[in-house]
């Protein structure tokens, strides 16, 4: 499953650098598929989902730093552990019930987004 940052979230920003996938971002930001990974153009995401890397998302969240469930990959293919949840002071990221995703799914959609490594 992705991971989810909670309200509890003291907005302190370890979390952000710390993705492989680009997918967290501060409260209010926008976000692209593009960022941080090597999709460009219009795509097909390994959900079934069409969308254009490079066009704007509306935020998750306008409070405090939110995680793209469609860009998380709970670090796989990258780490061991979901390196926003060993970078919290707060415990805030925690796995979401509401994206839950095999490991073979989530190694996939690693490939997807980043196939040269």
Not at 96 to 104: A, G, L, R, Y
């Amino acid at each position: 499953m992705a991971i989810i940052i909670t309200d509890e979230c003291i907005n302190c920003g370890a979390c952000e650098p710390e993705c492989p996938n680009t997918a967290i971002y501060e409260g209010a930001d926008e976000w692209r598929y593009g960022d941080g990974t090597s999709l460009k153009g219009d795509v097909v995401l390994p959900n079934g989902k069409s969308v254009n890397a490079e066009d704007v998302q509306e935020p998750i969240s306008d409070e405090v730093y939110y995680i793209a469930p469609d860009k998380c990959t709970e670090c796989m293919g990258f780490h061991e552990e979901p390196q926003c949840a060993a970078v919290c002071p707060v415990d805030c990221c925690v796995p979401d019930e509401d994206h839950e995703e095999s490991e073979e799914t989530l190694l996939a959609k690693q490939a997807f987004m980043h196939p040269e490594d």
